[in-house]
């Protein structure tokens, strides 16, 4: 009996240390050991973009704005660099980053306004990388006067502060609660910076270690692109890498999806070790980005644009699932030498409502599309 009781033990223990072995290898394993914890914090569900096919959306008259301006905006070419755009009541705001300014769209498509100038006075702009907006205000962020400035909705200055970043990604995004932004993590060990969305905007908190320590490379793999809803809740990517990590309202990992998608292929030949090394080189230079852009509803459905398509992740019972995959086309010409239908071109990317919108290095033109 003693015997019996002695081998279940140990058959026992086989089926428990098996079974754990089982688990952990269903997380992936990488060369870093940061990104090893991150992707053991929470479950990971497999996400396949090729699951359903790809719909192709060709732009039309309606889907194509900002083909008339106000005969005062004499300017002979509206956007330069569109780093970032946001749609706040009926106006929609691009930031510049090549001419440092903030130009407004009406909702009917018409150019109607410019807003600033490059310089380092009250409204003007010095390296220019993002604006956002929340029931109360617009703020916009340059990175070379590392500061944030805080406007009201007639984009009317209210005030100012110091914010410094080191990196890029989106480099500002805001609910009714919260700003969020790159932390200097040069200073301590948290990526992502959370501050107050109300005066005098404190800084109440950081959260997600950088993958790669500062002073280290490859530096871009802490590039990210972040969205946060209404609830608090924050979705987030490191733009080099094809997972998407879901965090609650504490900005706890709550959830991680891992993206596949046989087109990925290249960008996983190209990209180079996310182990940290000392020193730069050709093979770590350079990282390709899987995602461009993010959008986090306040239902929980997650808007995602790729190097190849543009996704819509629903949420059903905690679970999310494909649900969309859409081309946007157009058949502008916009790039000199080329026919027919191309990619629509996307420097930025914004959703309000059922509407997304995007812009263009290419061209003046804002693209905007209805979504389900």
């Known amino acids: 009996m003693l015997f019996t009781e002695k081998k279940a033990t140990i058959y026992l223990l086989v089926l428990f240390i098996t079974g754990c072995s089982f688990i952990s290898d269903k997380t992936p394993q990488t060369e870093n050991s940061v990104l090893n914890k991150l992707l053991q914090s929470a479950e990971i569900t497999t996400i396949n973009l090729d699951e359903i096919p790809v719909d192709t959306v060709l732009?039309?008259?309606?889907?194509?704005?900002?083909?008339?301006?106000?005969?005062?905006?004499?300017?002979?070419?509206?956007?330069?660099?569109?780093?970032?755009?946001?749609?706040?009541?009926?106006?929609?705001?691009?930031?510049?980053?090549?001419?440092?300014?903030?130009?407004?769209?009406?909702?009917?498509?018409?150019?109607?306004?410019?807003?600033?100038?490059?310089?380092?006075?009250?409204?003007?702009?010095?390296?220019?990388?993002?604006?956002?907006?929340?029931?109360?205000?617009?703020?916009?962020?340059?990175?070379?006067?590392?500061?944030?400035?805080?406007?009201?909705?007639?984009?009317?200055?209210?005030?100012?502060?110091?914010?410094?970043?080191?990196?890029s990604g989106r480099e500002i995004v805001v609910n009714d609660h919260a700003i969020y932004m790159l932390a200097d993590y040069t200073e301590q060990n948290n990526l992502?910076?959370?501050?107050?969305?109300?005066?005098?905007?404190?800084?109440?908190?950081?959260?997600?270690?950088?993958?790669?320590?500062?002073?280290?490379?490859?530096?871009?793999?802490?590039?990210?692109?972040?969205?946060?809803?209404?609830?608090?809740?924050?979705?987030?990517?490191?733009?080099?890498?094809?997972?998407?990590?879901?965090?609650?309202?504490?900005?706890?990992?709550d959830q991680i999806l891992y993206l596949e998608s046989s087109l990925w292929e290249e960008i996983k030949k190209e990209n180079p070790s996310v182990k940290p090394v000392e020193y730069a080189s050709r093979e770590n230079g350079r990282v390709v980005y899987y995602i461009l852009h993010l959008y986090l509803s306040d239902n929980g459905s997650i808007y995602l644009r790729t190097q190849d398509a543009f996704y819509i992740l629903g949420i059903e019972n905690g679970s999310y699932r494909l649900k969309e995959a859409i081309e946007f086309v157009t058949n502008e010409k916009i790039v000199p030498g080329r026919s027919g239908s191309i990619r629509v071109p996307s420097k930025s990317m914004y959703v309000k409502g059922d509407t997304i919108y995007f812009a263009s290095g290419f061209t003046e033109y804002i693209y905007r599309f209805p979504v389900r």
Not at 69 to 98: E, F, H, M, N
Not at 118 to 128: A, D, I, Q, V
Not at 210 to 234: H, M, S
């Open 192 to 253: 992502i910076g959370k501050l107050k969305a109300t005066p005098p905007f404190d800084t109440i908190g950081s959260f997600l270690s950088p993958i790669i320590p500062y002073g280290r490379q490859p530096l871009a793999y802490n590039n990210y692109v972040i969205a946060a809803n209404n609830d608090n809740q924050v979705a987030m990517a490191f733009v080099g890498l094809p997972y998407l990590f879901i965090l609650d309202s504490n900005q706890q990992v």
């Open 59 to 167: 732009a039309q008259e309606e889907n194509t704005m900002g083909k008339t301006r106000l005969p005062s905006l004499t300017s002979p070419a509206t956007l330069d660099r569109p780093v970032d755009l946001a749609k706040i009541g009926d106006s929609l705001y691009v930031a510049d980053g090549g001419q440092q300014c903030i130009w407004v769209m009406d909702n009917q498509g018409k150019w109607i306004r410019r807003i600033g100038r490059t310089g380092n006075g009250p409204g003007e702009f010095s390296g220019l990388e993002g604006i956002d907006g929340n029931s109360d205000y617009i703020f916009t962020f340059d990175k070379n006067n590392a500061r944030i400035q805080v406007y009201d909705h007639q984009f009317n200055m209210k005030s100012s502060f110091e914010r410094a970043a080191i990196s």
